[in-house]
């Protein structure tokens, strides 16, 4: 299994993957910085106003996720809705052009872009899931996971050395506006890169005899799904709730003391770390299955995750070893996820059901991103411990009440 090569479908879709991520990791590091720079009058709001545009953004364009993956399964078209939602993020990113006239601007490019997200992902994922063999979806999903890391490694650094150019020598931080303008023009370029490389993805043909009449239509209610995929959905959302954006693991890096840069630099050393390993993952869970790994990698997240809300001034040279271990956890987990929804899910409904897994992760996202904006606020380790803790009862949820396929290809359980 590992000497065949990756269908020219997850080859493709891995390149748009990487190219869109080259673009949006060039703005999410310097993202926080910016709106502390658009928002000088009013900074006691900032980590609110963050939760808010970063929760609303993911959860209410995640939303669109179901509906996306139902009709992609209606109508057996994967590639078209792929293509109009990386397209919709590219464009989105113009937007951000606009911040001077008001933080509303930064809300829409990020809102705006979630919406792309929300249209293509679960189409994506059924054209990789059918482009693969059974027996090897882990490693597709974990390839496809590994060009995101090693688009946002690229897009990092990128960020990195042009935010060099224009640091303020005296605060070691981004304050003429031109200069954050200027990176937000340069990241359109890639995104559309990403676009162009879909044009030449094929569009799975099926059989003859299944015409729009005799095909199974795919299933929109979440009732009628597998028990294991249910709990498994439930244990996601719980876990989602204490997984708030990554801007704030940026902003508390910050809160500890380093700089700006420095915080760039980390931030690249947690995309290397999942860049590297997302494939050996993905691949790893074909073998000894989905559920261990799982496991193991969301006990980990507890682990960095409560260490970032422990971790002080005096000791914040211990970011270095908690950035690489939370890319370690990602690499774990994100692919695998996907590859386990779509052994769960019936094949009428898998990009329904990759939309559900979305979805249900996006919805948890609002009240996750809001909590962490209040929490923070409150006292910077607050968001961290909650998280840590949702991260050990969805642990206990996957582990006891989910039983994963043994076979996906026999549907044996175990």
């Avoid at 709001?45 to 209410?60: K, N, Q, R, Y």
């Avoid at 990403?194 to 993805?201: K, N, T, W």
């Avoid at 094929?202 to 209610?221: D, G, I, M, T, V």
Wanted: with cysteine.
């Amino acid at each position: 299994m590992e000497n065949k090569k990756l269908d020219r479908n997850v080859i493709l879709t891995g390149l748009t993957s990487f190219f869109t991520d080259v673009s949006s990791e060039m703005v999410y590091p310097i993202l926080q910085a910016f709106l502390t720079a658009v928002m000088t009058g009013a900074k006691a709001l900032l980590g609110p106003i963050l939760g808010v545009i970063e929760g609303i953004a993911e959860s209410t364009a995640s939303l669109l996720k179901v509906f996306s993956g139902y009709w992609s399964d209606r109508l057996r078209k994967r590639k078209g809705m792929t293509i109009a939602g990386y397209g919709t993020s590219a464009a989105a990113k113009g937007l951000f052009l606009l911040a001077s006239l008001g933080w509303y601007f930064v809300f829409l490019a990020r809102f705006l872009d979630r919406v792309g997200k929300g249209i293509r992902t679960a189409p994506r994922d059924a054209l990789i899931s059918e482009s693969t063999p059974k027996d090897a979806q882990g490693r597709a999903f974990g390839y496809q996971r590994g060009m995101d890391f090693a688009g946002a490694t690229v897009g990092a650094a990128l960020c990195y050395f042009l935010a060099r150019e224009f640091l303020d020598p005296l605060g070691q931080s981004l304050t003429d506006m031109n200069a954050f303008y200027l990176i937000f023009l340069i990241s359109i370029i890639p995104a559309f890169l990403g676009v162009i490389a879909l044009f030449f993805v094929s569009e799975k043909k099926e059989p003859a005899e299944l015409s729009a009449k005799a095909r199974p239509k795919p299933n929109l209610r979440l009732s009628g799904y597998d028990r294991n995929l249910k709990v498994f959905f439930l244990a996601q959302f719980i876990f989602t709730l204490g997984n708030s954006s990554n801007q704030f693991m940026l902003l508390r890096s910050m809160d500890v003391g380093h700089l700006l840069s420095t915080v760039i630099l980390m931030y690249i050393v947690f995309n290397t770390a999942a860049t590297a390993l997302s494939p050996v993952f993905g691949s790893l869970s074909d073998r000894i299955g989905r559920k261990r790994l799982l496991v193991l990698g969301y006990v980990l997240y507890a682990i960095v995750y409560a260490a970032f809300g422990f971790i002080d001034p005096s000791l914040n040279w211990l970011m270095w070893v908690f950035w690489p271990l939370y890319g370690i956890y990602y690499a774990m987990t994100e692919g695998v996820e996907k590859a386990m929804v779509s052994d769960l899910a019936p094949k009428e409904s898998k990009a329904t059901a990759l939309g559900f897994y979305h979805t249900i992760v996006g919805i948890g996202l609002l009240p996750a991103s809001v909590i962490a904006g209040f929490l923070f606020s409150l006292l910077p380790g607050l968001p961290f411990w909650f998280g840590g803790a949702m991260a050990l009862t969805s642990v206990i949820i996957l582990a006891v009440f989910v039983k994963e396929n043994k076979n996906p290809v026999s549907g044996e359980t175990k």
